[in-house]
């Protein structure tokens, strides 16, 4: 599923995101920015050592923000480690610290003068957000972006790994589409 915002294409796919053709991809990471399962071990795996080399000296990176490295030998230029909350453990606050993840790798992207980002669902996987709470958010934090920020960015593409992960997206982006128009 796809649709358009201005100038940009916010897309829908099922995939893998260490494949993507973008300028950017977005990884799930943890606060230590330490590598660990999930889309984090895939691309620290799919780009090589390098990415971790250039983690290091970042200390690490705060739920809810987000940190950029190079992408080794990946399609993209760059990796933007976005660290999502712990459902269980950030509670009430998971909802606004969820938002400012994407909000957070939206602005790196912008800043790095990147046309093509590519996310996976975060938080959804070890960090067990529901996946019916969390595909709005993000949807929604990404669509505000792209209607209130100056960007040139023309492709915003979130690569979900599984049936059940993209039937959620695909539902939540239709209902937000209908409740605009
Ligand atoms: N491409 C796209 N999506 C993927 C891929 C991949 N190669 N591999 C897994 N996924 C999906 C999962 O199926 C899930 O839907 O990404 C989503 C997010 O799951 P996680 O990777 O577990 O991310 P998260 O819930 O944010 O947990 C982050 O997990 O691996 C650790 O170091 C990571 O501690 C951090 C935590």
């Known amino acids: 599923m796809k649709t358009q915002i201005g100038d940009c294409t916010l897309e829908l796919i099922q995939g893998d ?71 269980d453990m950030h509670l009430q606050r998971a909802p606004q610290l969820l938002a400012s993840a994407y909000q957070s790798s939206l602005l ?24 019916h709470e969390a595909a709005p958010i993000a949807l929604e934090t990404i669509t505000e972006f792209l209607r209130s920020q100056l960007h040139d960015l023309q492709l915003v593409r979130m690569v979900l790994f599984d049936t059940k992960t993209l039937n959620a997206y695909d539902n939540a982006l239709r209902k937000l589409s209908q409740s605009q128009h």
């Open 108 to 131: 790196i992207v912008v800043e790095k003068e990147c046309r093509s980002v590519a996310f996976p669902s975060l938080s959804t996987g070890a960090y067990r957000y529901p996946l």
């Open 17 to 87: 995101i260490t494949q993507q053709n973008v300028d950017a991809i977005v990884n799930a990471a943890n606060t230590g920015l330490a590598g660990g399962g999930g889309v984090d071990g895939a691309i620290h795996r799919a780009g090589g050592p390098s990415i971790m080399e250039e983690c290091r000296p970042l200390g690490g990176c705060p739920t809810g923000q987000a940190k950029a490295t190079t992408a080794g030998t990946l399609k993209a230029k760059y990796v933007i480690h976005a660290v999502g909350p712990v459902y």
